[in-house]
């Protein structure tokens, strides 16, 4: 149990576009679900906390604008990455919540912006 | 402020011998600590956790040793295999409402054959 999917896994974008990244738990209700970037050789950085049914919790330092997160159900989440630009291509992880499995991650996705 | 760190990004052993990935913290408020495999392009993968009222977790060839007096925690892998080189972060929350992750850098290990 406690799976999570993210989609897609991997994509390549033109500058200026926008991107958006699903994270689904298929198996669980999740209430919280968290958004995570990854550069090279670096750890997880939390960008940001999602509810369902609220608005989301952004990091210090993390442009609300530019990364629009939606939790409209409690098993999906979506980060849109809008206008995009060649420095927001990194790795972006999604996790959910749940009590009895803790933190359960999406397999990634990998954005490259040309 | 990099409340949970890895000071080793890397760390290379023989394969069948142990392997000690190290962590420590500064956030006294920390209060469950997780350590996590993961491969590239591929998100983490969760391997063994520790609560803070317990000193040593053990689950097959996994065990994380707690020193809350020092803030540090290990991983001990024993015996490694090849199959367990990965890059593996230690994590830790305050248990509550809302509560997040906080990794740490990371340790890339490799076992050699």
């Known amino acids: 149990g406690a799976v999570v999917s993210q989609h897609p896994s991997w994509v390549i974008c033109k500058s200026g576009t926008s991107v958006k990244i699903e994270c689904r738990s298929l198996?669980?209700?999740?209430?919280?679900m968290f958004w995570y970037r990854q550069f090279p050789k670096q750890s997880l950085m939390l960008m940001a906390t999602?509810?369902?049914?609220?608005?989301?919790?952004?990091e210090q330092g993390v442009e609300k604008d530019k990364f629009l997160i939606n939790h409209a159900s409690l098993t999906l989440s979506t980060l849109t990455v809008t206008s995009a630009h060649p420095e927001d291509s990194s790795f972006y992880i999604c996790?959910?919540?749940?009590?009895?499995?803790?933190?359960?991650f999406g397999s990634g996705t990998r954005l490259t912006v040309v | 402020d990099q409340q949970v760190k890895q000071n080793s990004p890397s760390l290379s052993v023989q394969e069948g011998r142990i392997s000690i990935l190290n962590c420590d913290y500064t956030n006294s408020m920390f209060d469950y600590f997780l350590w996590y495999k993961k491969y590239p392009a591929e998100g983490p993968t969760f391997l063994i956790s520790?609560?803070?009222?317990?000193d040593k977790n053990e689950d097959g060839r996994f065990t994380v040793f707690l020193n809350k007096s020092a803030k540090h925690l290990s991983l001990h892998i024993v015996p490694s295999q090849p199959g367990d080189s990965a890059v593996y972060f230690c994590a830790a929350i305050v248990q509550g409402s809302g509560s997040r992750l906080t990794f740490g850098e990371g340790t890339q290990l490799t076992v050699n054959p």
């Open positions: 198996d669980f209700q999740a209430t919280t």
């Open positions: 999602s509810n369902e049914g609220s608005k989301a919790t952004y």
């Open positions: 996790s959910a919540r749940r009590e009895d499995y803790g933190y359960t």
């Open positions: 520790i609560s803070s009222i317990k």
